[in-house]
């Protein structure tokens, strides 16, 4: 009885490991959807539009102003912005 514990206690020890690794998605697969298209639009892409495609929407589907406002500093139209933000 105290075996079949264990096992159990293992795979749980080893579902719960493997279940955030299943289902989390790659932070940077937006990033870089959000430079890409800000790429494809004539816009060159460096650190500081990295650093600003990094930040996330604050509610899904709408651009995060930490994303908009740095990108149109570096010359970047609001609708794209806005745009690339929404990817980020």
């Known amino acids: 009885m105290r075996a079949k514990s264990l096992l159990v206690a293992a795979g749980v020890f080893v579902a719960a490991g493997l279940i955030p690794l299943a289902t989390a998605t790659s932070a940077s697969a937006d990033q870089i959807d959000c430079m890409t298209y800000l790429k494809h639009r004539g ?46």
């Not at 709408?62 to 806005?82: E, H, R």
Request: proline content about 9%.
């Open 43 to 88: 816009y060159k892409v460096g650190m500081q539009v990295r650093w600003a495609c990094d930040n996330k929407p604050v509610i899904l589907g709408l651009p995060n102003p930490y994303c908009v406002d740095p990108l149109m500093k570096l010359g970047v139209k609001f609708g794209y912005a806005s745009e690339a933000c929404k990817m980020a």
